[in-house]
């Protein structure tokens, strides 16, 4: 498959959607390229989680990841911090895609669902937060949403179906402002799943060589 040369495809979807199988599936078509891990609690805030998990009134079930739980009356703080500490990370990805073919495996929508959970806040998307990352991402990548149903997510992730629910509510929110091709993995193999996104940048390409 030919491909330019700052090419950038995202898979976002709740756990066990597929994403990391097909990331390393399309990474290995592609190569040479860079596989780019876009998700949450980056930087500085993953340092003062490292810090805040070890006090009792921040610890708990919010995020099933970290053991974190933040206040509610630190919540919008909170997502000050994750604001500003995925910035350089947005960075690095621009300029990593000046060169190199880039596969996110995990992208601005898990960004925004992973804040959203973490700080309770179903209106995070009406944020000047998020409509700033929106814009500076704009049309940057062909993103690809993966789902499957909630037995199937719960089987593969292993994941409590209560927390899956929620990640579920929350990307179908995102794509409302995030378009994207949408996979159901349900009940598709990985080869159905690669043929149906080989197909889609096929044409993408053949747009934008005219």
Same mark, same amino acid.
């Given at each position: 498959? @030919?491909?330019?040369?700052?090419?950038?495809?995202?898979?976002?979807?709740?756990?066990?959607? #597929?994403?990391?199988?097909? +990331?390393?599936?399309?990474?290995?078509?592609?190569?040479?390229?860079?596989?780019?891990?876009?998700?949450?609690?980056?930087?500085?805030?993953?340092?003062?989680?490292?810090?805040?998990?070890?006090?009792?009134?921040?610890?708990?079930?919010?995020?099933?990841?970290?053991?974190?739980?933040?206040?509610?009356?630190? @919540?919008?703080?909170?997502?000050?911090?994750?604001?500003?500490?995925?910035?350089?990370?947005?960075?690095?990805?621009?300029? %990593?895609?000046?060169?190199?073919?880039?596969?996110?495996? @995990?992208?601005?929508?898990?960004?925004?669902?992973?804040?959203?959970?973490?700080?309770?806040?179903?209106?995070?998307?009406?944020?000047?937060?998020?409509?700033?990352?929106? +814009?500076?991402?704009?049309?940057?990548?062909?993103?690809?949403?993966?789902? +499957?149903?909630?037995?199937?997510?719960?089987?593969?992730?292993?994941?409590?179906?209560?927390? %899956?629910?929620?990640?579920?509510?929350?990307?179908?929110?995102? @794509?409302?402002?995030?378009?994207?091709?949408?996979?159901?993995?349900?009940?598709?193999?990985?080869?159905?799943?690669?043929?149906?996104?080989?197909?889609?940048?096929?044409?993408?390409?053949?747009?934008?060589? #005219?």
């Amino acid at each position: 498959m @030919r491909n330019n040369s700052n090419t950038l495809i995202a898979f976002s979807g709740p756990d066990g959607s #597929g994403k990391s199988t097909i +990331a390393r599936k399309i990474a290995e078509e592609w190569r040479p390229s860079q596989i780019y891990w876009l998700r949450g609690t980056h930087t500085l805030a993953y340092l003062l989680v490292r810090i805040l998990t070890r006090l009792n009134r921040f610890t708990g079930a919010t995020d099933f990841y970290l053991n974190l739980s933040i206040p509610k009356t630190l @919540r919008k703080l909170w997502q000050l911090i994750e604001f500003f500490s995925i910035l350089p990370h947005i960075l690095a990805l621009k300029l %990593l895609g000046l060169r190199h073919r880039i596969v996110c495996d @995990r992208y601005l929508p898990d960004f925004i669902v992973w804040v959203a959970l973490l700080t309770d806040d179903p209106e995070y998307l009406s944020t000047l937060q998020f409509r700033i990352l929106r +814009a500076i991402t704009r049309n940057e990548a062909k993103l690809f949403y993966f789902t +499957a149903t909630l037995s199937e997510l719960k089987k593969r992730s292993g994941e409590r179906s209560s927390f %899956l629910k929620r990640q579920l509510s929350f990307y179908e929110k995102v @794509r409302a402002y995030l378009p994207g091709e949408v996979i159901d993995t349900s009940n598709k193999s990985i080869k159905e799943v690669l043929r149906y996104i080989n197909r889609k940048l096929r044409v993408t390409e053949k747009a934008n060589w #005219g």
